[in-house]
């Protein structure tokens, strides 16, 4: 059947993420936050992460995107490294308002668990972020 040969099939992967940030900067605020990364490559992804918390000023909120390289795309070991850039979105009731800045971070993640493997990071982006992540997936 031609309209069967001309049809394509695809699957686009998406990895579900929660997380917890420090971020010390201006307004220091802790926050808790939920992502997707969609992997373009065994190397490549492209994610995003909306966080919310309290900060010094009250409400605190961030909006993320990113571009993550993995150097252990293959999980040789059993801490997988990995780091980032992008932009970020911030906002701090009571505070300067909304602010953008580039965002660069490093991070691992570690051996999956029942499908879900725990990592941290260390970035900057509106001040030092660190940050302790789960991620579903393999």
């Known amino acids: 059947n031609a309209s069967n040969a001309q049809q394509q099939q695809f699957a686009i992967t998406y990895v579900p993420s929660v997380r917890f940030d420090l971020i010390a900067g201006s307004v220091t605020a802790a926050q808790l936050g939920a992502g997707l990364m ?5 190397y490549f992804a492209l994610g995003g992460t909306l966080g919310a918390g ?8 961030r909006g993320d995107l990113y571009t993550r ?5 293959y999980h040789q070991y059993s801490w997988e490294p990995y780091f980032g850039v992008g932009g970020t979105v911030r906002l701090d009731s009571g505070g300067p308002g909304a602010r953008s800045y580039l ?4 991070g ?3 051996p999956s668990t029942g499908g ?3 990592g941290f990071e260390l970035g900057v982006g509106g001040g030092i972020r660190l940050g302790v992540t789960l991620r579903w997936g393999k």
């Open 38 to 42: 969609m992997p373009i490559s065994n």
């Open 54 to 61: 309290i900060s010094e000023t009250g409400f605190s909120g």
């Open 69 to 73: 390289f993995s150097l252990d795309p």
């Open 103 to 106: 965002l660069g971070f490093i």
């Open 108 to 110: 691992f993640n570690g």
């Open 116 to 118: 879900i493997a725990p």
